[in-house]
């Protein structure tokens, strides 16, 4: 059996909500890919996915999955206040790693895991997967060949209402100041900033302001920033997690032209130039990581670089930790 043939054989660790349609059948429509166990600390709730999906077998304890003989790979989909822990588990097993977004609470915690799996020389890879949809690779193309020119600024505003949940005053880890500093800024503004990097390159400095406005969580619920591209590209955001309506709107603004999009929404692309406006809708795959699950294993079995690794991630832990003040 060549390396290129050879099956890698998965195991997801934490099968949550995460896993039943963004990620875990990616793995599986994925050639040279199989799950071939689960792990989740409810038993009954494991047996469940498992059978659902068609995995034959499930453990409710972590170090059994990791430790398991028959899988490969190791996929983390738990809180990420367990990101490191596990993480370093995995990179102990020796096993290749994707680990879910953000890497893990703190840029500390991410640069820890990132130079254990580079010191062993084990591939590691995040959950970053907007690198990889066809949607904003257009975005990356459009940037590319020049059609705004040269590129002076990016804006970014995300906003949502209280949710019920938030109102309510039940736990949810998001907006647990020990998991999440800033709340759904840490698991939403992340998605985003990740991108950027992406598309403009990596950030040199960065700065913001971050507070709780409402009272309802421990997490901060209101953020502001602005910050530098190596590449002298400015940037500025803003995310309020207590407004009155969502919106989501990112514009690039270029030298000649200006290109405006969603990170979340599935809005159609909008391109404006001196040729004109353009305007593209591209559909996401039912799966949202396909593309993302798919490169991983291009990079397993060649020498294509995957987009997202911990190397990547871990910048984008560190431009986080900038804008809410962890890091002076």
């Given at each position: 059996?060549?390396?290129?043939?050879?099956?890698?054989?998965?195991?997801?660790?934490?099968?949550?909500?995460?896993?039943?349609?963004?990620s875990g059948p990616a793995?599986?429509?994925?050639?040279?890919?199989?799950?071939?166990?689960?792990?989740?600390?409810?038993?009954?709730?494991?047996?469940?996915?498992?059978?659902?999906?068609?995995?034959?077998?499930?453990?409710?304890?972590?170090?059994?999955?990791?430790?398991?003989?028959?899988?490969?790979?190791?996929?983390?989909?738990?809180?990420?206040?367990?990101?490191?822990?596990?993480?370093?588990?995995?990179?102990?097993?020796?096993?290749?790693?994707?680990?879910?977004?953000?890497?893990?609470?703190?840029?500390?915690?991410?640069?820890?895991?990132?130079?254990?799996?580079?010191?062993?020389?084990?591939?590691?890879?995040?959950?970053?997967?907007?690198?990889?949809?066809?949607?904003?690779?257009?975005?990356?193309?459009?940037?590319?060949?020049?059609?705004?020119?040269?590129?002076?600024?990016?804006?970014?505003?995300?906003?949502?209402?209280?949710?019920?949940?938030?109102?309510?005053?039940?736990?949810?880890?998001?907006?647990?100041?020990?998991?999440?500093?800033?709340?759904?800024?840490?698991?939403?503004?992340?998605?985003?900033?990740?991108?950027?990097?992406?598309?403009?390159?990596?950030?040199?400095?960065?700065?913001?302001?971050?507070?709780?406005?409402?009272?309802?969580?421990?997490?901060?619920?209101?953020?502001?920033?602005?910050?530098?591209?190596?590449?002298?590209?400015?940037?500025?955001?803003?995310?309020?997690?207590?407004?009155?309506?969502?919106?989501?709107?990112v514009e690039i603004y270029?030298?000649?032209?200006?290109?405006?999009?969603?990170?979340?929404?599935?809005?159609?692309?909008?391109?404006?130039?001196?040729?004109?406006?353009?305007?593209?809708?591209?559909?996401?795959?039912?799966?949202?990581?396909?593309?993302?699950?798919?490169?991983?294993?291009?990079?397993?079995?060649?020498?294509?670089?995957?987009?997202?690794?911990?190397?990547?991630?871990?910048?984008?832990?560190?431009?986080?930790?900038?804008?809410?003040?962890?890091?002076?």
């Amino acid at each position: 059996m060549t390396k290129n043939s050879k099956i890698i054989r998965w195991g997801i660790l934490g099968c949550g909500d995460v896993t039943e349609i963004k990620s875990g059948p990616a793995f599986q429509k994925t050639e040279g890919f199989k799950i071939k166990a689960v792990m989740r600390r409810d038993a009954i709730k494991a047996a469940d996915y498992a059978k659902r999906h068609g995995i034959t077998k499930y453990y409710t304890d972590a170090d059994d999955l990791i430790n398991d003989p028959e899988v490969d790979a190791i996929y983390i989909a738990t809180p990420p206040d367990t990101h490191k822990y596990y993480g370093l588990k995995v990179a102990l097993a020796g096993k290749i790693c994707c680990i879910e977004k953000p890497l893990s609470p703190s840029y500390q915690e991410s640069l820890a895991i990132y130079e254990t799996f580079k010191e062993k020389n084990i591939p590691l890879f995040v959950a970053y997967y907007r690198r990889s949809l066809p949607r904003f690779l257009q975005i990356k193309t459009w940037l590319d060949s020049g059609k705004i020119g040269e590129v002076r600024h990016i804006r970014w505003h995300l906003s949502k209402p209280t949710t019920k949940q938030d109102l309510s005053g039940s736990y949810n880890w998001r907006t647990d100041s020990n998991i999440a500093t800033a709340g759904y800024f840490d698991d939403l503004a992340s998605h985003g900033l990740d991108l950027f990097t992406f598309l403009l390159g990596d950030i040199k400095e960065a700065s913001g302001i971050s507070l709780n406005q409402q009272g309802l969580y421990s997490a901060k619920d209101a953020v502001s920033a602005s910050w530098l591209h190596e590449s002298g590209i400015t940037g500025s955001g803003s995310w309020n997690f207590g407004s009155y309506t969502r919106e989501d709107l990112v514009e690039i603004y270029g030298s000649k032209g200006k290109i405006t999009f969603s990170v979340f929404e599935n809005e159609p692309l909008l391109l404006r130039n001196d040729e004109g406006e353009t305007r593209l809708f591209i559909e996401h795959p039912e799966n949202i990581q396909l593309h993302h699950v798919q490169q991983m294993r291009e990079s397993l079995t060649s020498d294509h670089k995957h987009p997202s690794n911990g190397k990547t991630a871990t910048h984008t832990s560190w431009v986080m930790d900038k804008i809410v003040g962890n890091i002076l």
